[in-house]
Structures are given as structure tokens and as C-alpha cells.
Nanobody, 123 residues
Framework: QVQLVESGGGLVQAGGSLRLSCAAS????????MGWFRQAPGKEREFAAA????????YYADSVKGRFTISRDNAKNTVYLQMNSLKPEDTAVYYC????????????????WGQGTQVTVSS
């Protein structure tokens, strides 16, 4: 069992930055691939970024590539999402998720989810 708690969301102006954190419980965090997904108002939840258990492989949605960076610290049981050059269309609830060997972009492959953190980007 893995419990995930996101933090770091908030209100930021367009062009600004935020760093989201996702703290995981349990001693097996380092064996899980991690993903960040987001859900904008009135829209389906979508993939944003993912990272392999080792941190070697990362994946990004085209909409965030070059602006967002996913990373992890297995010693701290934490995964991060650094978000730069934020746009109003990045406004969403951001969720982290954990899975063993998922297809990185496939939500249904993820077994554990956090409660989400709100990111609002004003124009």
C-alpha cells in the first residue's frame, strides 16, 4: 500500500513558476514509477509527466514539454514537478500517482493516487 500526498499548489501569474511535491508513505517507494496527471475544470484528467523508478527515464505531454520537469528523491520518498513559464491553460487540479511498470501515459495502469493539489494560473 502506498499513500500519496501532494503539496505546493497555489495561485500564480502567467509566466511564473511553481514546484509541486508528492510525498509517499511506505518503504517501497523506490520500486514505483510515478506520474503527474491534471484535470482542468470541465475536462477529463490528462497525463502531464512521468518518471521511472530509477529516475533515468522521464516522459512528458507535448503541452508541458520544455516547461515542466519531473524528478524524484527516493531517499525522501518524494517526487517533484517543477513548472515554469506557466500559462492560464495549465490551471487544473494536479494529481500524483504510483504504479509498477505502467505505460507511463495510461491512467488505468496506476494503482495509487493522491488527493490532488490546485494550481491556478492567472492571465
Amino acid at each position: 500500500q502506498v499513500q500519496l500526498v501532494e503539496s505546493g499548489g497555489g495561485l500564480v501569474q502567467a509566466g511564473g513558476s511553481l514546484r509541486l511535491s508528492c510525498a509517499a508513505s511506505g518503504r517501497t517507494f523506490s520500486s514505483y514509477d510515478m506520474g503527474w496527471f491534471r484535470q482542468a475544470p470541465g475536462k477529463e484528467r490528462e497525463f502531464a509527466a512521468a518518471i521511472s523508478w530509477s529516475g533515468i527515464n522521464t516522459y512528458y505531454a507535448d503541452s508541458v514539454k520544455g516547461r515542466f520537469t519531473i524528478s524524484r528523491d527516493n531517499a525522501k520518498n518524494t517526487v517533484y514537478l517543477q513548472m515554469n513559464s506557466l500559462k492560464p491553460e495549465d490551471t487544473a487540479v494536479y494529481y500524483c500517482a504510483a504504479a509498477r511498470s505502467p505505460i507511463p501515459t495510461l491512467q488505468s495502469d496506476y494503482d495509487y493516487w493522491g488527493q490532488g493539489t490546485q494550481v491556478t494560473v492567472s492571465s
